[in-house]
Nanobody, 128 residues
Framework: EVQLQASGGGLVQTGGFLRLSCVAS????????IGWFRQAPGMEREGVAS????????YYGERVKGRFTISSDFAKKTLYLQMNNLRPEDTAVYYC?????????????????????WGRGTLVTVSS
C-alpha cells in the first residue's frame, strides 16, 4: 500500500512562510495526481493544490493562488508546497494525497474523494 509522509509544518507568524514536503513510498499508477489538502477544525477538507505526473501543470485553490506554489520531484517521489505570506486562515492540518490522474482531473482535482491514498498530515499554525 502507498504510504505518504508529510512534514514541514509548524508555528509561524502572519506574513511568514513554510515549506511542506511529502514523500511517497511508491506511485501506484503511471498517470497519477498528487496534491495537498488542508482541514481546519470543524471544517471540510479543502483542496489546496494538485499536480499531474504526465504534464506537471499545477492547479491551485482560489484562497491560496498567488501565495502557494506546488512542485514535485517525481524521481525522488517527493512533493512540495511552498507557502508564502501566510495568514491565520491558513491554519490547518495539511495532507498530501495520491489518485489516478485521469479520474482526478476528469472530475475535479479539489474533490477529496477522487484521491485514493492519504498521508497523516502536518499541522500548520499561523499566529496573528
Amino acid at each position: 500500500e502507498v504510504q505518504l509522509q508529510a512534514s514541514g509544518g509548524g508555528l509561524v507568524q502572519t506574513g511568514g512562510f513554510l515549506r511542506l514536503s511529502c514523500v511517497a513510498s511508491e506511485f501506484p499508477y503511471d498517470d497519477y495526481a498528487i496534491g495537498w489538502f488542508r482541514q481546519a477544525p470543524g471544517m471540510e477538507r479543502e483542496g489546496v493544490a494538485s499536480i499531474r505526473s504526465t504534464d506537471g501543470i499545477p492547479y491551485y485553490g482560489e484562497r491560496v493562488k498567488g501565495r502557494f506554489t506546488i512542485s514535485s520531484d517525481f524521481a525522488k517521489k517527493t512533493l512540495y508546497l511552498q507557502m508564502n505570506n501566510l495568514r491565520p486562515e491558513d491554519t490547518a492540518v495539511y495532507y498530501c494525497a495520491v489518485g489516478r490522474g485521469e479520474r482526478v482531473f476528469k472530475y475535479s482535482w479539489y474533490f477529496k474523494y477522487n484521491y485514493d491514498f492519504w498521508g497523516r498530515g502536518t499541522l500548520v499554525t499561523v499566529s496573528s
